[in-house]
């Protein structure tokens, strides 16, 4: 998909990569007893894998990426959603509520309480390790998403295109600020506005927020 970029300075980007390799590791510490308790949950509470079985998502320049997760649904949720013909009205729910559901009866017991807090997002730090991801960044949409939200609002594909200019982020601006409350034209100029304006001292302010919309739970499916 094509990008478009707004520059910022070398000393910035290096910053901010050596501060995610250095961030992700220790979080990945901090939260390891977290990760076998979820674990664990995950495995008592439903068959299936530990990590969700997602389709890759759009990152940096537009290059594909799986995205670790841990699994909040059903096994195969995603492919049953767009094959299952059982689906097909939440799956039309689900494209006109902007590739988000109020009530989706594919989330597990334990998901409901992971997707709740976030806590299905931790094993991005490994993407972030790797460098398929940032800490503070724009959301990482499904290749489908962008192509039929900007279809539904096509004055946002040059969002779009600076959005994809960097990546994605763990959290971010919009994640912060009303989650999936937001509908995707807005919550994609929020994350072109953050790729506008990112800078070390925006992303630690946005750090700093993320703990309580975590902790609160506000505006999460």
């Known amino acids: 998909m094509p990008n478009t970029d707004v520059k910022k300075s070398?000393?910035?980007?290096?910053?901010?990569?050596?501060?995610?390799i250095i961030a992700s590791i220790i979080?990945?510490?901090?939260?390891f007893p977290i990760i076998l308790v979820v674990a664990i949950l995950i495995k008592l509470d439903s068959p299936g894998p530990v990590f969700a079985d997602t389709p890759e998502r759009v990152g940096n320049k537009g290059e594909l990426?799986?995205?670790?997760k841990f699994r909040s649904m059903i096994q195969n949720a995603h492919q049953l959603l767009r094959e299952d013909p059982q689906f097909s009205t939440l799956y039309s729910d689900y494209k006109t509520g902007s590739y988000k559901l109020k009530e989706d009866p594919r989330i597990?017991?334990?998901g409901s309480f992971l997707r709740k807090h976030s806590l299905d997002e931790v094993p991005q730090f490994i993407n972030v390790l790797f460098g398929d991801m940032s800490l503070v960044g724009p959301r990482a949409y499904y290749p489908d998403e962008l192509r039929d939200q900007q279809k539904?609002?096509?004055n946002t594909k040059e969002a779009v295109k600076i959005v994809l200019s960097v990546r994605p982020g763990i959290t971010g601006y919009w994640q912060v600020n009303g989650r999936s409350q937001i509908n995707f034209d807005k919550r994609?100029?929020?994350d072109a506005t953050y790729v506008r304006k990112r800078s070390m001292i925006y992303d630690l302010y946005i750090i700093l927020q993320t703990p309580w919309a975590?902790?609160?739970g506000k505006g999460a499916l």
């Open 10 to 20: 070398l000393p910035y980007e290096l910053a901010k990569r050596l501060f995610d």
């Open 27 to 31: 979080l990945l510490i901090i939260f």
């Open 65 to 68: 990426f799986k995205m670790y």
């Open 108 to 110: 597990t017991k334990v």
């Open 152 to 154: 539904k609002y096509p």
């Open 188 to 190: 994609i100029e929020m």
């Open 214 to 216: 975590m902790i609160s």
